[in-house]
């Protein structure tokens, strides 16, 4: 059998709805850190960090080393995750912007076939108070304990739509919050669906006394940005060790990554180019574990490029869900393709950085605020840019310019695609096979390669702003 029928024989596998009933269909735990470089834990080779419980589930489940956030920044990337789709489709074009409540999430796609659902964490896809149209519970999720943002030790925390001051490290707060809902759904009798997102180690980093103390010896601003690193291994061993301890690990699909690459300041981006904010690869790639023992019994590492854009259809291939085939997605069904230890992803991953800056949201405040008003026996609005989420472009944006920095990936090859305000536009080609780290432009060297690449971004492009512009939705 050749490789294309054996991939298309899998995916009937992977993706036939009726081979699953509710109990077979696997609960699904996404984890997620918050600026957490491709460098920043100990199994990439960082010399410093102490990171044991995502080293042991690296060593034990599927590990992947080429694994891309769809933006090099946070919002945007957490959208991807919910929706399979470039977050400009979805006009989350930087931090801050919410999700449009037009998009089909995953939480609804799951909650629609029986899965109970929660959010824990950073939602930062728009306003969390309760007349917002983009909160969490707007987007599927039954439970939900979310912050606007980042949020720092002891943090206010909106449960439902009412503040609640906690106490403890941000991400033992988030991860003990998730877990006694996870032994609550563990008795029932539907599978479960839980979005597990953490605040750190976003800057301003403030690692707990004794995260910190483990790293005494290293220069003083870095002692809290791997303590808070730390905080999160911890935390996702938490996690890890509950689904052992309730019996429910085999068949739990436990994804981590991060949302970004590495912050410009601590973050190591291991030897890629770049960190968070940028389209090449260090902004881009991030740690990435796939942890589903039932069907990936055996250790496996991967150099097959993947993107955040593929949870969406990889989990509902697990749970014996059909796409819709009605909007474009970005991702792909990567259960086949890790079956069959694929190395090259069949498919391109394209990315775009517009020049839209991003909206201010300081969870500290916003929560703060939130619970003052609250105690005093009221409640706060939405803001403005989450009450208007789903509007469209007035007038509609134009397919005759794609400003910003956008880059295509196909096979080995790497296009970048750079304009400026004033719409001139300049390529660069890398060549990912004998140059990882973009180092040299071979754009020149290939002018055949470099012309197909053009027009599979261009295409790609357009189809984005068609989106944007609200063709899905009709």
């Known amino acids: 059998m050749s490789t294309r029928a054996s991939l298309a024989a899998l995916a009937v596998v992977f993706l036939s709805a009726a081979s699953l009933n509710a109990a077979d269909r696997p609960n699904v735990i996404l984890v997620m850190a918050d600026d957490q470089g491709w460098g920043d834990v100990s199994y990439n080779g960082h010399k410093a960090i102490k990171t044991p419980e995502l080293d042991k589930a690296a060593a034990e489940g599927v590990r992947f080393d080429r694994f891309y956030a769809a933006a090099p920044v946070c919002s945007p990337t957490r959208c991807s995750v919910l929706t399979g789709r470039n977050p400009n489709r979805s006009a989350v074009y930087a931090w801050g912007w919410p999700i449009r409540p037009q998009e089909i999430t995953l939480a609804e796609r799951l909650n629609a076939a029986g899965y109970t659902t929660a959010h824990f964490g950073k939602w930062h896809l728009g306003s969390v108070r309760n007349d917002s ?15 606007p943002n980042f949020y720092d030790n002891d943090p206010i925390l909106c449960d439902q739509g009412k503040a609640v001051q906690y106490k403890g490290e941000s991400s033992d707060v988030t991860a003990d919050l998730a877990t006694d809902w996870i032994r609550e759904q563990a008795k029932g009798d539907k599978p479960f669906f839980a979005v597990v997102w953490f605040g750190s180690p976003h800057d301003p980093h403030i690692a707990a006394d004794g995260d910190r103390e483990l790293y005494k010896n290293e220069p003083k601003g870095f002692q ?56 090449y690869d260090g902004g881009l790639l991030v740690p990435a574990i796939l942890d589903w023992p039932a069907h990936f019994p055996t250790p496996q590492t991967t150099e097959m490029r993947a993107t955040t854009c593929d949870i969406f259809p990889t989990v509902l291939a697990a749970a014996g869900l059909p796409l819709d085939e009605g909007r474009p997605l970005d991702g792909v069904n990567l259960l086949p393709l890790l079956a069959e230890k694929v190395e090259k992803r069949p498919t391109p991953i394209a990315f775009w950085q517009t020049p839209n800056k991003g909206v201010s949201t300081p969870s500290a405040t916003l929560m703060g605020d939130l619970l003052a008003k609250q105690q005093a026996g009221g409640d706060l609005p939405a803001d403005e840019v989450s009450v208007h989420a789903a509007d469209l472009p007035q007038p509609v944006i134009s397919t005759e310019s794609f400003p910003g920095h956008a880059a295509l990936t196909d096979g080995d090859w790497k296009l970048h695609r750079i304009e400026n305000a004033k719409g001139a536009v300049r390529f660069e080609l890398y060549d990912l096979a004998s140059d990882p780290y973009e180092k040299e432009d071979v754009l020149s060297q290939y002018p055949e390669e470099t012309a197909k690449l053009k027009k599979l971004l261009q295409k790609w492009e357009t189809s984005v702003v068609n989106s944007l512009n609200g063709a899905d939705y009709k």
């Open 133 to 147: 149209p983009v909160n969490p519970g707007k987007n599927g999720f039954d439970r939900w304990v979310s912050a």
């Open 224 to 279: 809290d940005y791997y303590g808070e690193i730390t905080g999160i291994d911890r935390a996702y061993g938490k996690i890890r060790s509950t689904l052992k301890d309730l019996g429910i690990r085999d068949n739990t699909i436990l994804w981590y990554c991060s949302d970004n690459g590495a912050d410009k300041r601590r973050g190591s981006a291991g030897p890629f180019r770049e960190k968070k904010g940028s389209i």
